[in-house]
């Protein structure tokens, strides 16, 4: 049972005709993937030169400082690399792999964070004034919701780039390459925040930081969500 | 590489560039496979039409998105089973799918078990597979497409797309020998 070849129908090819305009080809998912660096790197910089690198960072040493954030940053990088095969029909990674690097990665966070704490677990000083240290020591939330609230908005300035990067893909789950993406932005956003952050509490860490890392997931799958519902709305007319 | 792909590729690069004869080309070489595997995942033939022209509807408006490293032929069914999906979503068909696979006018018959049976007892032990395992053994045998490209479309690893293909020709097998021995 073998169908003869068929002309495309009238509609079809009037729709094509309406936008025949030449396209780029879009690059490779490892190249995707790397066009996440140099704004990540940008971002990370901002947020180090505006804070400052963390007062006990000769405590931890240069593998603690700038080896764990290295670490998550190349993670970062895998996490989209592998979201941009999610995104594309023909290259989707097994789903293991999806998985167990996003366990990964997850494992990392929480792992440095518990080697930073147990290495360095002091009350740090701020360069502020007495009663503004006194009011972060009794509250410690307030610097908590900074960090959440910081590494939120500087991890959806990269998910939203991610979403431009992203706009043509044609993923068969788009929440899952959005979750992905946004993964990849929060826990780079992190590699860089941490080192600027003076607090090394598991609580503070997770709760803060690891919360912002969730939100930019989040964001991730609800614009990878919207984004696929529109492309692929049938019988839609977005281009 | 073989030279058919190339040409697709080759094609496709074209009609990146603009070219409207390239996007026809594309189209009569691949829309016939593209249905029949729309029919089979929709279960109805009516329904597979409508896809077809969505797929190379949405293949038009994501034209950007292939990259050449890919081979053409299971991007596009990739992209043919994301139309149906997400038509499977909208449409919340997923019941009436399944439920309409008893009549199957247009499910492909496999050339390897075509000795095996009548064509409508092939069809009726294939409706009968698990939907993932037909899936991957129709892709492999009926559509000719290697385990490591099944395995991109699918999501899942070449060994795992080898195993359900497997599993599936065993199980067809199977079937289609209770139905012999019950005729005799």
Known sequence: ?239 | MSEGDQELRALMVRYQGGSVEAFQEIYLQLAPGVRRYLSHLAGRSEIADDLLQETFLQMHRSRAAYNPAYAVRPWLFGLARNVFLMNRRAARRFAIVHESRQDLPEFPVLPEADRLGSQDEIRKCLANLAPDQAEALLLHHEWGFSFEEIAGMLGISAAAARARASRAMADLRMALNTLQRARV
């Open chain 1, 1 to 239: 049972m073998r169908d003869q070849p068929q002309k495309p129908p009238e509609s079809l090819m009037r729709a094509i005709a309406r936008d025949l305009r030449p396209v780029r080809p879009s690059p490779q998912p490892f190249h995707l993937a790397l066009r996440m660096v140099p704004l990540a790197l940008l971002v990370s910089s901002l947020i180090l030169l505006a804070i400052g690198s963390r007062a006990d960072s000769g405590k931890l040493g240069p593998l603690l400082t700038w080896g764990a954030s290295s670490a998550q940053f190349a993670l970062a990088i895998a996490l989209v690399w592998i979201a941009a095969h999610e995104s594309t029909p023909a290259g989707r990674l097994p789903r293991q792999i999806v998985y167990s690097v996003a366990a990964a990665a997850s494992l990392v966070v929480v792992l440095v964070t518990l080697i930073t704490f147990s290495t360095s677990s002091g009350n740090p000083i701020l360069p502020v004034p007495p009663r503004i240290n006194e009011i972060l020591r009794v509250s410690p939330w307030i610097m908590g919701l900074a960090c959440g609230i910081g590494s939120t908005v500087a991890g959806g300035i990269l998910v939203l780039f991610f979403s431009c990067v992203f706009r043509n893909a044609i993923a068969t789950r788009p929440s899952v390459a959005g979750a992905l993406y946004g993964a990849g932005a929060g826990l780079a956003i992190n590699a860089g925040w941490r080192i600027a952050c003076p607090f090394s509490t598991p609580w503070h860490a997770l709760g803060a930081h690891g919360a912002a890392i969730v939100a930019t997931v989040i964001l991730g799958a609800r614009i990878g969500r919207a984004l696929g519902n529109r492309r692929l709305q049938i019988g839609g007319t977005h281009s």
